[in-house]
C-alpha cells in the first residue's frame, strides 16, 4: 500500500514536470529558430 501510493505520487510529479517542461522545451526551440532565420 505505502509502495504503492509512492510510486502515484512519483508519476503524478513526473507526469506534471513534463506538463512544465515540454510548453518550455517548445517555447526556447521557437525562440532559437526565430533567431537562427
Same mark, same amino acid.
Given at each position: 500500500?505505502? &509502495? &504503492?501510493? #509512492?510510486?502515484? +505520487?512519483? +508519476? #503524478?510529479? *513526473? *507526469?506534471?514536470? +513534463? =506538463?512544465? =517542461?515540454?510548453?518550455? $522545451? *517548445?517555447?526556447? +526551440?521557437?525562440?532559437?529558430? $526565430?533567431?537562427?532565420?
Amino acid at each position: 500500500m505505502n &509502495r &504503492r501510493h #509512492t510510486l502515484s +505520487a512519483c +508519476a #503524478t510529479i *513526473v *507526469v506534471a514536470l +513534463a =506538463f512544465y =517542461f515540454i510548453p518550455l $522545451g *517548445v517555447m526556447a +526551440a521557437c525562440l532559437e529558430l $526565430g533567431w537562427h532565420a
